[in-house]
């Protein structure tokens, strides 16, 4: 009447501790079968395995001794790619979700972002941080010094922007307390002070600085000033001996990147200690390296801007002559860069949203790609200062400038910049991570071979003029006035920002410096350009919103949000300059300059009483 219901409970007891996914092991089972571990029901044969390989057993020469891995054990240790990596069981790795400490976080955002990071995302890189400086131990209880403290930090505030946490922001400031502190103290020490630990806590303390988003602009920017002051003050108290290590230049080169960013924003020019300590390194580096050399000239071009600013330098002719020699060193280090420097331009065989025009350049890296836009950035501005300065002696009276000679120039500079800006886009897909460095390709897109040369931008040819609208052009008193096509509007060595105030230009310095990613200021100064139009700003914009939203970089968001209220409309760039030789006055050919000058005040005089006359009237 009753049965022995013991084998089917039994049953439905391991099928239910299964669904829950409990481990049960008969324990009649073989060995074999017993390192079967199944999870969920599935059909017989195919039950999952944790597999093991198999190891040399390593005994210990003392009972004290750990046991550690030798050379001879490579061959054994497990990786993805070898087949041996084991299989997780589905739920099961829910159990190893441990909740890592503040300071842990901190110091693998930081990792992660500023030392691991491949050379696409971060311009302020610290990938040669260990070899100057390793952790002592991993313990909780360690003690923390002042570069786990600049990291942790540094990490903390980049994860508080990202998630918006609270604390995570306390803990940042918390974390940039103890460095300040810990550094301080290591300033007092004269021994402690010129170490390469120390200049690496300050640089490290100097990323902080610049992505403080919780205080007012003007504060962040005082901030970063102060910072790259005190920074300056030790690499100089360093002296040569820091040119020792190559960790020793790799942080000095970083410290001249700031110090350049910062003279800048306050118009001056850089320190001349910090010049002789740069040729000093200079001459341990290779003669062919043209990175130095883009350096030395970004130095000329900050003087120059110094002496417009204090006044010494007020004559457009001298400012332009000066520029077109720079130009002109630019060119030739442009022939001069080793041909293992040079990249490919290719052209896609379809359309691709992410490739502008269908070009794009392949350079041998992408420090190769920053280098080159780093010149062309600095090349921008020159270019832009040269044409602005041109067009509005041209627009003057009476008008300067004017000459064959600065009508070729204005060409030239035109034809430059509308290059550069070109290049600059190309190099957008492979900083974007887009192209396949060994053949060019993007995302399954094969390029059209071989690699062209070049591409070349035509101008557009200007409509001829009639010579009655020449003659109407020519006012009475014999000058040429061309007609007025608005104004320059691009960035200048004098207006590298076009901010409208202090406030707005010290907010755009910030976002420049602390974005992580190096092809966000060269498309900035490209979007801000007289040489771009609608379609290559809205390019420009789309990939910036796709950087911001792919690596969270919010200054790249913000920098697209400044380019699409720039009005990119440069109607002046497309007037046609000509050499008219009537512009001036109708000369005789052997009157002499104090008759021309004569004639010249006489005009001047006639121009006053007729202004006169027209009062009384």
Known sequence: MFRDESSHVIKKAKAKARRKGHLIVEPGLSPDLRNRLSVTPEPRGKALSLVVPRSRPHTPSSPGQL???????????????????????????????????????????????????????????????????????????????????????????????????????????????????????????????????????????????????????????????????????????????????????????????????????????VPEPLQELFREMVKSQPPEDPSVWITTMMFDVLQIRFDIKRGALVDAEIIVEKLIVIEEQYDKLVKQIPASWHYRTFKLSRHHPAVFGGFFHLYPSLWHATIWNSLRTTRILILETILSQIYLQSQAYPPTLYSDRYVDEFAKAKRKLRHIVQDTIASVPQHLGLVNPTDGSIEGLTPMAPPITSVEVRETPSPPTSPSTRSDSVSSSGFSVPELKGQPNGLTILDVTGARDPEDNAHRFMLLASATSTVVWPLFMVGMSSACNEESKSYIIDRLRTLYMETGIRQADSIANLLLEHDTSAEWLDMQLRPNHHHMLTLPPMMKFEEYELQLEGLQLERERAEVDWLLV
Request: one cysteine or more; proline letters at 5%.
């Open 67 to 269: 046991s550690v891995w030798s050379q001879d054990d490579s061959n054994s240790i497990m990786s993805p790619s070898s087949g041996s990596w084991p299989v997780t069981p589905a739920g099961l790795g829910l159990l190893y979700n441990l909740a890592p400490t503040c300071q842990e976080q901190g110091t693998a955002y930081f990792f992660s972002r500023y030392v691991t990071m491949d050379e696409t995302a971060c311009h302020q890189r610290f990938d040669f941080l260990y070899d100057v400086w390793k952790p002592v131990s991993s313990a909780p209880d360690r003690e923390v010094d002042g570069v786990l403290a600049s990291m942790t930090a540094v990490g903390l505030m980049g994860l508080a922007s990202l998630t918006q946490s609270r604390d995570m922001m306390e803990a940042a400031q918390k974390s940039y307390g103890t460095a300040l502190r810990l550094m301080n103290h290591a300033l007092v020490d004269p021994v402690e002070a010129v170490k390469d630990t120390t200049m690496l806590c300050v640089l490290i303390l100097g990323v902080f600085e610049m992505m403080t988003e919780n205080m007012p602009r003007a504060r962040t920017i005082e901030a970063f000033q102060e910072h790259v002051k005190g920074a300056a003050a030790l690499a100089i108290m360093r002296g040569p001996n820091q040119f020792g290590t190559s960790a020793g230049k790799r942080m000095f080169g970083m410290l001249c990147q700031r110090v350049v960013i910062s003279c800048i924003q306050k118009a001056m020019p």
